[in-house]
């Protein structure tokens, strides 16, 4: 249908891989059992299928493609993510509504033609701001807190850098505390490595909980870092996440 495809496992490097060389390609991780799954589906498919989209659509059920859902590390469903060149560089969770489906696709880096770089893949795409927001929140969600905070330090003003200043915080926070400790440490930076390591596998829930403890032993611990990184998380998940939403108010209810 237009530019929306099947995949499966059989044909995800021809038809996902290979052919986000030339334009992008949105895979979305999908089941039929799904509810959240039927109401982001169609708006997906929608915007796929509108002239000059300018991506292609490639639908996978994870029930029958169990293999590609464990590469990709897909933990609930629907899961969205954008492949360029042969990557994914962007990427959400969740039943979205289509203003923030367009936003997303519209802050997606262009493929190179021809089996050409992308601009994300040459020498030029360390100033291009979309493309390095695109790499930091990629890396971010990896839990690589150093690399994102090489995409976000001295970021240039104009589009994208309020989502970068917010987002700073976390990289920072999981480039310092995602290391291995030395036994040494006191209780609270034991703490705060925990959560690192909760951030570095995804568990944004658990992390975000004891975020929220922290702050509820003592609202200025470590001059407002558990805030900063809870912003930044929310920041990274979108407004529009069941955990933004429901933290975001707990976190006001604490602070305020």
Known sequence: MGNVIDVSQNDFQKQVIEKSHTAPVIVDFWAPWCGPCR?????????????????????????????????????????????VNGRVVDEFVGAQPEPMVRQFLGRLPKSGGNGQP???????????????????????????????????????NGPGSEAAQKLRPLADFLCTMGRPSNGQT???????????????????????????????????????????????????????????????????SVLF
Do not use: W
């Not at 915007?47 to 990709?72: C, H, R, W």
């Not at 994300?120 to 994102?148: F, I, M, V, W, Y």
């Not at 609202?219 to 990184?229: D, E, H, M, P, Y």
């Open 186 to 252: 006191g209780q609270l930076d034991q703490d705060y490595q925990r959560v690192a390591s909760d951030l570095q596998r995804g568990q944004y829930s658990t992390a975000l909980y004891n975020l929220l403890a922290l702050l509820r032993q003592d609202k200025n611990f470590r001059n407002g870092q558990a805030r900063q990184v809870m912003l930044a998380v929310f920041e990274l998940l979108g407004d529009d996440h069941d955990l933004t939403r429901a933290y975001r108010s707990q976190l006001a």
């Open 118 to 156: 992308a601009a994300a893949e040459s020498p030029e795409a360390a100033t291009d701001p979309t493309a390095r927001l695109a790499q930091a929140r990629q890396l971010l969600k990896k839990g690589k807190g150093c690399e994102a905070q090489t995409q976000l330090t001295d970021f240039p």
């Open 39 to 83: 109401m982001l589906g169609p708006v997906l498919e929608k915007v796929a299928n509108e002239p000059n989209s300018g991506f292609t659509l490639a639908k996978l059920n994870t029930d029958q493609n169990q293999a590609i859902a464990m590469q990709y590390g897909i933990r609930g469903i629907p899961a969205v993510k954008a492949f």
